[in-house]
């Protein structure tokens, strides 16, 4: 009966010089037409200048279960982060 | 100039009218949305031609009069574009006969002698530059797709071809453009139209029909029975609310 066809994911980059950034998915029968429909979908108001599109299938995720032991050890270790260096004046754009 | 005009900027309204019909009727939502951007492309395109129009005609007529104001009788575009929607496959065909046919248009339009012509082709080109290949995608898709989707687009060509012709029966506006070089000559885009379209409906598994006769008169104001109903709805809002704003 009815097929669903196959999702992907969008990417857009808004601006030269700015990295892609997922914007959300659709539905498309091939690559070509996976494009066509995130152009029509989301560049109409301006959004962007180059798109990916990535098939669904093809993305790795990480499992939710997971979420404590991968990212939560990181929340009590400050010392990660470089914020306790002084900047020496003449150091500009820090 | 103006009769010229209006050829154009019916062609535009009329068909982005029928698009706009599929708002929310399409097969998927992608493709909803990909038919609501043609339907506002050509809408976009209509507007600049109207308020062109009536700034050349100069008797106080503005965008809106000239959209919805109008008679059927008054309206210049062609038959095609005022067929009604059918199914998918009907609605392609149109589209992908119209595309082909504005984007060899404005190509010419490119190198008109009016300059207000010139720079609109060259903006409205990268449009039509976009619904080309559309259109086209979605022929082939059908065409050569499964034997339903063929059947249905080999049905569609074959009631919609013979309307393409009439897009190249050259009007008295026609000719006078062509005479003033601020038009295209339409024997010679007819025999580009050809070559033009030829390798996409191979490609597509698709024969058009072979005959001579065509239908035509909506250049001159000689409309289908389908026009009328299409503009009942397009213009009921102006009609029973004159000057209404929101």
Redesign the interface.
Same mark, same amino acid.
């Given at each position: 009966m009815e097929q669903e066809?196959p999702l992907w994911e969008v990417f857009i980059r808004s601006k030269n010089g700015l990295h892609h950034k997922h914007v959300g998915s659709?539905?498309? +029968?091939d690559a070509?037409?996976a494009l +066509?429909?995130a152009?029509?979908?989301y560049t109409?108001r301006n959004e962007g200048v180059s798109i990916w599109v990535v098939p669904s299938t093809a993305i790795v995720a990480s499992d939710p279960g997971t979420a404590e032991a991968y990212f939560e050890p990181a929340a009590d270790k400050v010392y990660r982060h470089p914020t306790f260096f002084e900047v020496p004046d003449a150091v500009k754009h820090m | 100039m103006v009769p010229y005009l209006l050829q154009l900027a019916d062609n535009a309204l009329i068909l982005g009218h029928r698009l706009s019909e599929w708002c929310g009727h399409a097969p998927e939502l992608e493709t909803d949305i990909a038919l609501a951007n043609l339907a506002l492309d050509l809408t976009g395109q209509a507007r600049s031609l109207y308020q062109h129009a009536a700034e050349l005609e100069g008797e106080g007529r503005t965008e809106d009069d000239l959209a919805y104001l109008r008679d059927a009788s008054a309206f210049r575009h062609v038959l095609l574009v005022e067929q009604p929607n059918q199914d998918f496959a009907y609605t392609i065909v149109r589209q992908f006969i119209f595309d082909h046919f504005q984007h060899l248009l404005y190509t010419e339009l490119l190198r008109s002698k009016d300059d207000w012509l010139r720079d609109f082709a060259a903006r409205v080109i990268k449009e039509v530059r976009y619904h080309l290949p559309f259109s086209t995608s979605w022929l082939v898709r059908l065409g050569d797709g499964t034997p339903l989707s063929h059947q249905k687009t080999e049905q569609a060509l074959t009631d919609l071809w013979p309307f393409s012709k009439e897009l190249f029966h050259a009007s008295p506006a026609d000719l006078e453009a062509a005479h003033l070089g601020i038009g295209p000559d339409l024997d010679w885009m007819a025999r580009l139209f050809e070559d033009a379209t030829g390798p996409d409906l191979i490609s597509a598994g698709l024969t058009p029909p072979t005959t001579d006769w065509f239908p035509k008169g909506g250049k001159t104001g000689i409309h289908s029975e389908h026009l009328g109903p299409l503009l009942a709805e397009m213009q009921f809002l102006p009609r029973a609310y004159p000057g209404c704003s929101w």
């Open positions: 066809w659709l539905h498309a +029968t070509a037409m +066509t429909n152009r029509d979908v109409r | -």
